[in-house]
């Protein structure tokens, strides 16, 4: 089973840049596509990007694109999401989550995924 653990989040300021990351713990056969999401208070999660391991392709949500961006470090089982020019809008606890298939134009759909972590909280000042 794998587990996910999320880290990275922080409080910054407008137009600030963060990076996320996502470590991975235990048995990695089977996960080929890890995913990001984010929930904002009071909203629903929403797919952020996600990046598929065995060929390094990575998806991006168009309020994300050009400001974000995918990277893995595979030996340490772990995937980072890069942001940068942070609005008060990308407010959220980020989460990762897994699929054992590489990920599809279909990755901001949470059913997809599953093994979440616990999250991390990241919080935009303007």
């Known amino acids: 089973q794998v587990q996910l653990v999320e880290s990275g989040g922080d409080s910054v300021q407008a137009g600030g840049s963060l990076r996320l990351s996502c470590a991975a713990s235990?048995?990695?056969?089977?996960?080929?596509?890890i995913g990001w999401f984010r929930q904002a208070p009071g909203s629903a999660r929403e797919g952020v990007a996600a990046i598929s391991i065995g060929d390094g392709s990575t998806y991006y949500a168009d309020p994300v694109k050009g400001r974000f961006t995918l990277s893995q470090n595979n030996p340490k089982k772990t995937v980072y999401l890069q942001m940068n020019s942070l609005k008060p809008e990308d407010t959220a606890k980020y989460y990762c989550k897994i699929r054992a298939t590489p990920c599809g134009n279909w990755f901001r759909d949470e059913r997809f995924f599953r093994d979440g972590g616990p999250g991390t909280q990241v919080t935009v000042s303007s």
């Open positions: 235990g048995n990695m056969y089977g996960v080929a596509c």
